[in-house]
C-alpha cells in the first residue's frame, strides 16, 4: 500500500520561504508523475506544481519563478520550495502521486503578517 506523508508548512511573514516535503512508501513513485496542490478555504483544489520521473516541470502561473519542485527517487521523496510567499498563497498544501492516485493528509500553510 502507498502512503505519503508529509512535512514542513507553518507559518511565515510575507516574502518568506517554506519548504515542503512528501515521503512517499512503495516502489512506484520513481516511475510516477508527483504534484503539489493546494485549496484555499472557499475554493477548489487547484494544481500547483508538477514534476515527471524525468525531472521536466510544470508550475501555474500564480507561482512561477517563486515556486520550485523538485524530486530525490533514491530517497522516494518530493519537495516543493516557496520563496516569495504571498498571502494569497495560504491554503493547505497536498502532494499526490498521479499513479493511483494518492493523496499526503495535507498540510497548511499560512502567509501573514
Known amino acids: 500500500q502507498v502512503q505519503l506523508v508529509q512535512s514542513g508548512g507553518g507559518l511565515v511573514q510575507p516574502g518568506g520561504s517554506l519548504r515542503l516535503s512528501c515521503a512517499a512508501s512503495?516502489?512506484?513513485?520513481?516511475?510516477?508523475?508527483m504534484n503539489w496542490y493546494r485549496q484555499a478555504p472557499g475554493k477548489q483544489r487547484e494544481l500547483v506544481a508538477q514534476?515527471?520521473?524525468?525531472?521536466?516541470?510544470n508550475y501555474v502561473d500564480s507561482v512561477k519563478g517563486r515556486f520550485t519542485i523538485s524530486r530525490d527517487n533514491a530517497k522516494n521523496t518530493v519537495y516543493l520550495q516557496m520563496n516569495g510567499l504571498k498571502p494569497e498563497d495560504t491554503a493547505v498544501y497536498y502532494c499526490?502521486?498521479?499513479?493511483?492516485?494518492?493523496w499526503g493528509q495535507g498540510t497548511q500553510v499560512t502567509v501573514s503578517s
Open positions: 499526490n502521486m498521479a499513479i493511483g492516485p494518492y
Open positions: 514534476i515527471t520521473r524525468a525531472g521536466s516541470t
Open positions: 512503495g516502489i512506484i513513485f520513481s516511475i510516477s508523475v
